[in-house]
């Protein structure tokens, strides 16, 4: 697949999350859509970033934009991530890769010289007609949150 970009339509896509069922991409025309991919449920810097978000939701949800977290992880261990931060956010699960995949964000990575495949940490903000208005790749996880929202304000704006 090739690269997503800026201005062209998001991949639309309907995934099981832990806490509303299920989650539809379609189905949130007319919002902005914020979708986050991190590697791994309850590890440092995705704790980090679920808890900024889910922080900043309220301004979030001021700016009409949805906010959906997505990992492999299982319903199961989304929820308990869930329990244990009181995160606020939706958490897509994607075990069988099809939507990383689709957003082209499941890469190879290296660790301590060893190459491995693996989710890397990308934002992509979806405009309420459902095209790509932003992509943040290698995401840095402090700060991010604040960084996505002073987006979402500023096309507000403009």
């Given amino acids: 697949m090739s690269e997503l970009k800026v201005g062209q339509p998001a991949p639309i896509f309907k995934l099981p999350t832990d806490s509303t069922g299920t989650f539809s991409l379609s189905d949130q025309r007319g919002k902005n859509v914020v979708i986050f991919f991190y590697p791994k449920d309850s590890t440092s810097g995705c704790t980090i970033e679920n808890v900024d978000f889910t922080a900043l939701m309220s301004e979030f949800e001021a700016a009409n934009t949805v906010l959906?977290?997505?990992s492999?992880?299982?319903l199961k261990r989304h929820e308990n991530f869930r329990a244990k931060n009181d995160l606020r956010v939706i958490l897509g699960s994607d075990p069988d890769k099809q939507v990383i995949e689709q957003y082209g964000v499941w890469v190879e990575k290296q660790m301590y010289g060893k190459t491995h495949f693996g989710i890397e940490r990308?934002?992509?903000l979806v405009d309420e007609k459902g095209n790509l208005a932003q992509i943040w790749r290698k995401v840095k996880a402090k700060g991010h949150a604040q960084a996505v929202l002073d987006e979402v304000?500023?096309?507000q704006s403009a």
């Fill in 122 to 124: 990308a934002t992509f």
């Fill in 72 to 74: 492999a992880d299982s």
């Fill in 153 to 155: 304000k500023a096309r």
């Fill in 68 to 70: 959906i977290g997505i």
